[in-house]
């Protein structure tokens, strides 16, 4: 009679083994929540943006302030100047230099052409280097952006 070795084989061996099905599964589902959401992320004009690598300008030491009043006068700095001897002022006050920055700020009430009257005399005095000033207002808690 022959003997043979007993061996249990209705014993499961151990795997090792990952299963990666429900990663698919998961990784699929993403690919095509992408899919659908990316082009309504896009932005529908085409725009090519050159890039900058231009450093900031730093602030000058004095700004020169010119203030159009609600009553349509010219101030330069905190002096009501003639709108007659506005480009003499505006010579005196800059040293004659024609590339320093005009900050421009008018009042509220001022109609837009009595702003734009303003900044062709500046650019028949010669200054081209405008900055129009305004206020920095923060939302208020609650209000709706529309």
């Known amino acids: ?7 249990d084989s209705d014993e499961m061996q151990e ?5 990666v099905t429900p990663f698919i599964d998961v990784m699929l589902v993403l690919l095509i929540i992408f899919m659908v959401a990316a082009p309504l992320a896009t932005v529908d004009i085409d725009v090519d943006l050159p890039a900058s690598t231009a ?7 004095k700004p020169v302030f010119l203030t159009l009043r609600d009553d349509l006068t010219l101030a330069l700095g905190n002096e009501t100047v003639p709108r007659q001897g506005f480009a003499a002022a505006l010579n005196a006050a800059t040293g004659g230099e024609r590339d320093t920055r005009i900050f421009l700020r ?6 837009y052409g009595d702003l734009v009257e303003v900044m062709n005399l500046l ?6 280097k405008v900055a129009l000033v305004g206020l920095e207002t923060l939302p208020q808690p609650g209000a709706t952006a529309q």
Do not use: F
């Open 1 to 7: 009679m022959a003997g043979g070795i007993r061996t």
């Open 106 to 111: 008018a009042d509220k009430s001022v109609d």
């Open 123 to 128: 650019r028949a005095a010669g200054y081209l």
């Open 15 to 19: 795997n090792h083994e990952i299963n």
């Open 55 to 61: 450093t900031p300008a730093p602030r000058p030491e």
